[in-house]
T-cell receptor, first 115, second 113 residues
Framework: DAGVIQSPRHEVTEMGQEVTLRCKPI?????LFWYRQTMMRGLELLIY????????DSGMPEDRFSAKMPNASFSTLKIQPSEPRDSAVYFC?????????????FGPGTRLTVT | AQKITQTQPGMFVQEKEAVTLDCTYD???????LFWYKQPSSGEMIFLIY??????QNATEGRYSLNFQKARKSANLVISASQLGDSAMYFC??????????FGRGTSLIVHP
């Protein structure tokens, strides 16, 4: 079975540019999570969706960040404009909701570098 | 509010020995789940083991076992017979009724030959 797919795996961009990260969750999973991992802050939850609907975006750092899930098999995280402090590894994860059995399956991550 | 605490920033263990990674948690939810993930140097997050708050027995998955002490609010990961490939960051996580997971800061494990 295919796991969570993220693209690109690495992204290097200049400050001020728009960055779009993509995620394909595991088929049948009804929850999708976007995380950011840095040395300073560890693993932070940015936003999560249930059945394609954003449930909690309180972790989104600024208005420069936006996320969409147009259908059950695709989600994007967009940063516009990007800044050097956005440099991090961004993970997408999906899970099959069942009470508290929230075993999450993580994608390989996108390493973003903003110069 | 949920909180996960991993007090050991780094741990060292000799190959073939057992090691315990500590995790304490706090939640007001009566029903919750505890997880451990492994993150090797390659970066991916790998699910290791899950414990439900109402599970009667401690979870085990191969060489991994979860020492769940509900009264103490601890969910320590025990790795038996450590291998060089176990060298990685290990994260404890909690998911309660709100379904929003909370991750600890992680513990770095280094296995010496």
């Amino acid at each position: 079975d295919a796991g969570v797919i993220q693209s690109p795996r690495h992204e290097v961009t200049e400050m001020g540019q728009e960055v779009t990260l993509r995620c394909k969750p595991i088929s049948g999973h009804d929850y999708l999570f976007w995380y950011r991992q840095t040395m300073m802050r560890g693993l932070e939850l940015l936003i999560y969706f249930n059945n394609n609907v954003p449930i909690d975006d309180s972790g989104m750092p600024e208005d420069r960040f936006s996320a969409k899930m147009p259908n059950a098999s695709f989600s994007t995280l967009k940063i516009q404009p990007s800044e050097p402090r956005d440099s991090a590894v961004y993970f997408c994860a999906s899970s099959l909701g069942a009470k508290t059995a929230r075993k999450q399956y993580f994608g390989p991550g996108t390493r973003l570098t903003v110069t | 509010a949920q909180k996960i605490t991993q007090t050991q920033p780094g741990m060292f263990v000799q190959e073939k020995e057992a090691v315990t990674l500590d995790c304490t948690y706090d939640t007001s939810d009566p029903s919750y789940g505890l997880f451990w993930y492994k993150q090797p140097s390659s970066g991916e997050m790998i699910f290791l083991i899950y414990q439900g708050s109402y599970d009667q027995q401690n979870a085990t998955e191969g060489r991994y076992s979860l020492n769940f002490q509900k009264a103490r609010k601890s969910a320590n990961l025990v790795i038996s017979a450590s291998q060089l490939g176990d060298s990685a960051m290990y994260f404890c996580a909690l998911s309660g009724g709100s379904y929003i997971p909370t991750f600890g800061r992680g513990t770095s494990l280094i296995v010496h030959p």
